[in-house]
T-cell receptor
């Protein structure tokens, strides 16, 4: 099946640090990539949708200057959490979608800000 | 406001028996529904989907039923196996309205299925 690689799987860093998370589709071209955030015992909450070569569309309440998304190619999207603070600690997960295909998910990144 | 609801946070089933996971939705614009399975420390894996033009879709041991009038869908797993133990997420999208061949999903909170040997 389709494979989506997300890296790193876990990050622990100090408050004020910027953290970059990569999401790659390994065996298909992803016309669209999605970034989600999940709190414990909650559903996956969509943060933003990005199409290759264009600006990401952010969901209401998500700060675009805080969560920078770059979708430079059909196989790579990055999420940068800028100047991260403890309240940004969460589980971030990406998904990639080819044309008229289901979304395929990465394994997520556990971000812990001290 | 939770547009996709999975009211049972957990479910335990004996191996070999049927597992039935339920999902309700409130948005009448939703017309494509998916089930994902998630193991700990892994991302969700696509399992099965159903379009609103159907009321049933079957794939091996997995069958999804859709009742549009009740805004309810269910995933049946039969026979259940210990390897099916995971968190199951129901997701929905108004695919007909999204265009461009891609679509955003709205997820439920998930149901943790435990299959007891």
């Amino acid at each position: 099946g389709a494979v989506v690689s997300q890296h790193p799987s876990r990050v622990i860093c100090k408050s004020g640090t910027s953290v970059k998370i990569e999401c790659r589709s390994l065996d298909f071209q992803a016309t669209t990539m999605f970034w989600y955030r999940q709190f414990p015992k909650q559903s996956l909450m969509l943060m933003a949708t990005s199409n290759e070569g264009s600006k990401a569309t952010y969901e209401q309440g998500v700060e675009k200057d805080k969560f920078l998304i770059n979708h430079a190619s059909l196989t790579l999207s990055t999420l940068t959490v800028t100047s991260a603070h403890p309240e940004d600690s969460s589980f971030y997960i990406c998904s990639a979608q080819g044309f008229n295909q289901p979304q395929h998910f990465g394994d997520g990144t556990r971000l812990s800000i001290l | 406001d939770q547009q996709v609801k999975q009211n049972s946070p957990s479910l335990s089933v004996q191996e070999g028996r049927i597992s039935i996971l339920n999902c309700d939705y409130t948005n009448s614009m939703f017309d494509y529904f998916l089930w994902y399975k998630k193991y700990p420390a892994e991302g969700p894996t696509f399992l099965i989907s159903i379009s609103s033009i159907k009321d049933k879709n079957e794939d091996g041991r997995f069958t999804v039923f859709l009742n549009k009038s009740a805004k309810h869908l269910s995933l049946h797993i039969v026979p259940s196996q210990p390897g099916d133990s995971a968190v199951y997420f129901c997701a929905a999208t108004p695919i007909a309205y999204s265009g461009a061949g891609s679509y955003q999903l709205t997820f439920g909170k998930g149901t943790k299925l435990s299959v007891i040997p």
